[in-house]
């Protein structure tokens, strides 16, 4: 299977309708789903801080929030300095209509079932992208610098992931 | 034969010579590293002694503490920054990020 197929695969298990036309992804396009996906979940933590009273939930809201900000703000600069201009593609698209149709179904709802959805959502999503991340967005970056960036993105990925993993226990 | 009273400053020379080898002078406090890197604290540093300073270096694109669950120590760690501090206290230190509660760590310091 080609990796953009294990991607759109991967995508697929929440997203559904996410899959790329290409057969092969290129720098640019892998640094801007990276890109997406850390913003889509920055998206995510500033509706949650808008909705939440419950303080575990606000206080994950806020780290996700600062920590997706941070890696985007590295990754930036690294595509800056590498003279790399982000590429749109059909999988960041699809990420991107996934979220709206997440956020959609997250505005409607308040209170214990808006915390129980938002976290559910934390963990597919943060899933969903560690498994792009490992399977295709990490083995396709030709860049060292931009590989390496990506396997720091995986591990606090995976982190945020145990982490919801937990918070979910709490808000039942 | 040599006077008496240089031959007990000799003894005595000597005597401290040997009080000085089985308790040697307390050693100068040391400087150790600790890298954290991809949401982990790197290998703890053995012999830390009360007194020793840590820099803590963090690799990561995110925002880390190094933070002694006994409260004697709580270094916040900015994205790519180094932050030190000193031991105070004797025994086994759990560490901990205050943000990211899978990192984990524990420190052994002696006297």
């Known amino acids: ?172 | 034969m040599a006077p008496l009273p240089s031959r007990r400053s000799a003894l005595l020379t000597i005597g401290g010579t040997i009080i000085a080898l089985v308790r040697p002078a307390r050693a100068e406090p040391r400087s150790h590293a600790v890298l954290i890197d991809k949401m982990k604290f790197g290998p703890m540093p053995s012999e830390v002694r009360v007194g020793d300073s840590i820099s803590w270096i963090n690799r990561d694109p995110v925002r880390h503490t190094a933070t002694a669950r006994d409260k004697s120590f709580d270094v916040d760690l900015p994205a790519s920054t180094e932050g030190r501090c000193t031991v105070t206290r004797a025994g086994a230190v759990d560490i901990i990020c205050r943000f990211h509660p899978g990192m984990t760590a524990k420190l052994a310091v002696l006297p």
């Open chain 1, 1 to 172: 299977m080609s990796r953009l197929l294990v991607l759109a695969a991967a995508l697929a298990i929440t997203t559904g309708a996410a899959f790329a036309h290409d057969s092969q992804l290129s720098d640019p396009q892998i640094a801007h789903i990276a890109y997406t996906a850390g913003q889509i979940d920055v998206d995510a933590a500033k509706l949650a801080l808008a909705k939440t009273k419950n303080a575990e939930v606000r206080d994950f809201a806020e780290l996700m929030a600062r920590d997706h900000a941070a890696v985007n703000e590295k990754a930036l600069s690294l595509v800056k300095r590498l003279n790399v201009k982000p590429e749109a593609n059909g999988t960041s698209a699809g990420l991107t209509k996934q979220a709206a149709q997440a956020e959609k179904r997250l505005r409607k709802l308040s209170g214990a079932a808006f915390d129980r959805a938002y976290v559910a959502n934390e963990i597919a999503y943060h899933r969903t992208v560690n498994q792009a991340l490992s399977t295709a967005l990490i083995p396709g970056a030709h860049n060292g610098e931009l590989k390496a960036l990506l396997e720091s993105g995986l591990a606090l990925f995976t982190a945020h992931q145990t982490h919801a993993e937990h918070l979910a226990q709490t808000v039942k």
